[in-house]
């Protein structure tokens, strides 16, 4: 038999099997492994965690999250872009924050109800095991939010940012 050399997706994805074996729970952690490495190698974000317990309730999760830290500022909330714009402070100047992100597949089907309950169960920064806490990391100007990062059959991987509630619009 011929040793195959496995793609390195591949082998994130093995390596980060759940613990449960059920066809769902393995399908709900290999599209997180994919949406990780999507994070990871084309975005570049650092810091990134699989969540399969919720941080306030300590109980598991429908699906995994993950957290992660981007290279540059996913949002930049109304209020704070306009004293940015007063005081000449360029977007890219501030720093990142860590964020939620949602794998999703394309076909599923999400309900307002469905994003309720991931709301209730995150905090609004999320956690992280490699770093203490910060007491200026535990609020985000603009309330939750999170990154639904939706996959395609074809691997396509797709971001919206997702707010609990309703926001002030953006001023471009």
Known sequence: MEDTKR?????????????????????????AAQVLYNLQYQHD??????????????????????????????????????????????????PSEREWVLPTHLRERWSLRKFAWVFDTVNEVPPTVHRAANRDETKKKGGKRLLLATVGDDSTVVYYIVHDGIVKPRQN
């Open 45 to 94: 974000w650092t810091d990134l965690e699989i969540h399969t317990r919720s941080p306030i309730a300590d109980a598991p999760l429908i699906k995994p999250l993950i957290s992660g830290l981007p290279p540059h500022r996913i949002y930049v909330h109304p209020d704070e872009q306009t004293e940015m714009l007063k005081q000449n402070v360029q977007e890219k100047d501030i």
């Open 7 to 31: 793609s390195a997706l591949t082998s994130l994805i093995e390596a980060s099997k759940p613990t449960s074996t059920s066809t769902e729970s393995v399908h709900h952690h290999a599209l």
